[in-house]
């Protein structure tokens, strides 16, 4: 008999990768969780770092694993407190705008209330924010679930991510190894500037608000300043949707002086300067990708791959626009062996 044409470590490659392949199909309802704890344990893996040298890993990745969620919990109930206690203000605000629009060329891009949700604006947004929430338990049981898995896949990754990548890359050859370090580093900044740089700009953004608020004389500047940080976390287009709420609830009003007042000043102050500036400044220092990119993968990630396309949409991005630039280097340099960055 011949020899084979194929070698027995390529056949070891081969039934190593149609078992991953094959683990991925079968789990594939899971993987948004699996995408997200990779993402999270990315974002955090520089603190673990840190606080590895003063603690034990295995306790450090506990820690974080377990504080990081109590933390946006933490967040979202004060949030979630600050806008029901004003819950009354933003139904009336809502009920103002619709009703001084409703004859108006605006009418069309308004929502449709009949009169009985009008005159219980409350009670209405209530109902619409618990459908929501609702929308996304129906299955309370698969949450759960879901949420154990990332705990526990987001621990691990912590733990033994570092272990498990550098045994992945221990025998690749050296071209390989400095093209897959380069991409990984990519990633791994993308990843981090999308999380800990969007966290920071929202937060930011929150605080300049309760002054600004505070000043244009409306009162309820904590509920402003909250919903404008949690609009801040949908980038570019979050936090103008909120200011141009705010100048249309005064404009029905008739108060043109503080709609000129929040368009010209308000918006470069709470959003203008972040999204254009801070926000672009800051993603450069940690990826070496134009942050057109990462806009382009996020609009483009999310509506074709849901929630998680947040995070899969400009790694994609950056990882092709780096693997062409690997390519140009390769094809006017051939005879180079590049370094990671």
């Known amino acids: 008999m011949g020899n084979s044409l194929i070698s027995e470590d390529q056949k070891l490659w081969l039934l190593i990768g149609a078992v991953f392949i094959i683990a991925i199909i079968a789990f594939w309802p899971l993987m948004t969780v699996i995408v997200w704890a990779i993402a999270l344990a990315v974002a955090l893996m520089p603190l673990h770092q840190r606080l590895s040298r003063r603690v034990k890993p295995s306790i450090s990745a506990l820690l974080l694993t377990l504080g ?11 949030a979630s407190v600050v806008v029901y206690n004003e819950i009354e203000y933003t139904g009336t605000m809502v009920s103002t705008l619709v009703e001084g629009f409703s004859h108006t ?3 069309t891009f308004l929502p449709t209330f009949t009169a009985a949700q009008l005159a ?3 009670q209405t947004l209530i109902q ?6 609702l929308s996304l338990t129906e299955n309370p049981a698969l949450l759960l679930l879901q949420v154990v898995i990332l705990f526990l896949s987001l621990s691990m990754l912590l733990y033994d991510g570092e272990q498990i990548w550098a045994s992945a890359m221990r025998n690749l050859s050296p071209k390989l190894s400095a093209a897959v370090g380069r991409m990984s580093e990519i990633a791994g900044n993308t990843i981090y500037s999308l999380i ?11 605080l300049l ?14 509920l402003f300043a909250t919903m404008i940080g949690f609009a801040m976390l949908i980038p570019l287009v979050g936090a103008q949707l909120f200011l141009l709420f705010f ?3 005064m404009l029905s009003l008739g108060d043109i002086k503080s709609a000129l007042i929040t368009m010209f000043i308000g918006y470069p102050l709470l959003s203008g300067w972040i999204d254009f500036y801070y926000r672009p400044v800051m993603m450069k220092r940690r990826v070496a990708v134009h942050p057109v990119f990462m806009i382009i993968g996020i609009f483009a990630g999310v509506p074709f791959m849901g929630i998680v396309g947040f995070i899969l ?3 994609l991005i950056a990882l092709a626009v780096t693997g062409y630039e690997i390519y140009s280097e390769q094809t006017s340099s051939p005879g180079e062996v590049y370094e990671p960055l």
């Open 313 to 315: 949409g400009p790694v």
């Open 209 to 222: 608000a309760i002054p600004f608020f505070s000043l244009l004389g409306y009162g309820h500047a904590l």
């Open 128 to 133: 619409m924010l618990l459908g929501a929430v």
């Open 68 to 78: 990081f969620p109590l933390a946006i919990m933490l967040f979202v109930s004060a």
């Open 105 to 107: 060329g605006f009418a």
């Open 120 to 122: 219980n604006m409350p």
């Open 196 to 206: 800990v740089i969007q966290i920071s700009a929202a937060f930011l953004s929150f």
């Open 247 to 249: 100048i249309l609830y």
